[in-house]
């Protein structure tokens, strides 16, 4: 399709509209790009169409009053040969314009790619941004359902991995894909075991079946094993070392469905590319703040929210549950109640893009009998419930009991 034509369909203000997020200058040529301008200056100011001789008028006399003398007649002539167009067929147009985007989307990623493989420094963020750009019409709006009993087919519960602990499976019933749950708390409060008991112990996401994977950045991967090894079958490390074969055989009932790896020095993009290949159904990452990322910050918090922002995104995009675990701040010492504010290093931009943040709150004391834990909800997209929940850490198992 010649741009004249394409130029004339975009006088409908309706065409327009459907189709304005796709169109670019770039595709319009032979003195027909500023002519595009002007038509898109004027939708943008106007509700109606647009007529051939209100256009004549809006791009001599409005937006290009200083054209010249043989500007003016080209234009003149490039107008009356609009007026004998006849209107293309809108779906051919608009199949049209959605290839021409494509590949102009292409050309940029193009570019990009050509770029890293030539040894920029730039990372893949760019080009995923580029792909992710939807190609669907947008001709019918989806408006959400007024009628009472498909809104509730529509709202059935998407919390399919439970939590394995009674008053919070209750209050707060568990997660599911796109969810974005932090955990935190202060150093050795018990944050590894609580997730570590959610995955492994009894009735666990492993027992329920889902795939869970662990990157792990703080403590030496290896350990962890173990302390989900001790979680899942209620031995302690001693135990394992003398009942080996039934130790093998109770891990055997998960051992499939849980993965975990050392992961110091990952960024974001490692994370991203990590979970579109194996496409877990819950990603565990501990800690999130220590995840790399690009990009210059002028402060601590703005890096932790394109962190999170970040993480958000790879939950949403990959249809998974991204667990975070990280650090309470100092004003969270010796404290039960731990509320988002009291996250390390940023009091809103972590919270702002959390469904779930759970803070595990313990007495500051030295004695190690102390094992009485309080889980407090600060944040709760999921049922609304906010408040706190008391429970028992039993640390040689990695677990977590009433």
């Known amino acids: 399709m010649m741009e004249k034509e394409l130029i004339k369909l975009l006088l ?3 065409f327009y509209h459907k189709n304005k997020s796709k169109l670019s200058k770039e595709f319009f040529t032979n003195g027909t790009s500023t002519l595009y301008e002007t ?31 043989a500007a003016r007649e080209n234009f003149d002539v490039l107008v009356d040969e609009l007026k004998h167009l006849e209107l293309p067929n809108e779906k051919i147009a608009q199949n049209i314009i959605r290839s021409l985007f494509k590949r102009r989307i ?14 920029s420094d730039a ?22 359902t007024g009628n009472i009993d498909d809104l509730i087919n529509q709202l059935k519960d998407n919390t399919k991995w439970k939590f394995n602990l009674e008053p919070l499976r209750d209050k707060v019933n568990g997660v599911g894909e796109g969810n ?28 329920q079946g889902a795939k869970v994977c662990a990157l792990i950045n703080e403590e030496p991967a290896v350990r962890t094993q173990m302390r989900l090894i001790n979680a899942h079958t209620g ?52 800690q999130l703040d220590k995840v790399n990322v690009k990009g210059s910050f002028a402060r601590t918090d703005e890096k932790l929210r394109a962190i999170y922002t ?42 702002a893009e959390a469904d779930i943040i759970i803070g595990v709150g313990h007495r500051d004391k030295l004695d190690t009998d102390d094992n009485y834990r309080n889980l407090a909800i600060s944040k709760n997209k999921i049922t609304g419930w906010h408040g706190k929940l008391g429970c028992v850490i039993v640390p040689h198992l990695s677990r977590y009991d009433l």
């Not at 760019?126 to 408006?143: G, M, S």
């Not at 499939?256 to 790896?261: D, E, G, T």
Request: hydrophobic fraction near 40%; charge should be negative.
């Open 310 to 351: 970040g993480a958000r995104e790879i939950a949403k995009r990959n249809k998974c549950c991204v667990v975070a675990i990280s650090q309470a701040s100092a004003e969270g010492q010796g404290k039960f109640d731990l509320t988002f504010d009291m996250m390390e290093g940023s009091k809103t931009g972590k919270a």
């Open 123 to 144: 990372d893949f963020t760019e080009i995923r941004k580029q792909l992710d750009v939807t190609f669907e019409e947008v001709n019918d709006y989806a408006y959400i």
């Open 235 to 286: 031995m302690t490390l001693d135990e394992i070392r003398a009942n080996k074969t039934e130790a093998s055989t109770k891990w055997a009932e998960v051992r499939q469905n849980i993965k975990i790896l050392d992961t110091v020095d990952w960024s974001l993009d490692d994370v991203d590319e990590f979970v579109q290949k194996e496409n877990p159904d819950i990603l565990i990452v501990d």
């Open 106 to 119: 292409a050309e940029k990623v193009a570019v990009l790619a050509n770029e890293i493989y030539n040894g």
């Open 39 to 69: 038509i898109k200056n004027a939708h943008e100011h106007s509700d109606k169409d647009l007529s051939i001789n209100e256009l004549y008028t809006l791009h001599l006399d409005v937006y290009n009053p200083a054209l010249s003398k």
């Open 180 to 207: 974005l749950v932090i955990i935190f708390a202060r150093p050795e409060a018990g944050k590894t075991a609580f997730w570590v008991n959610l995955v492994s112990g009894v009735d666990g996401f492993a027992s």
């Open 12 to 14: 409908n203000k309706n």
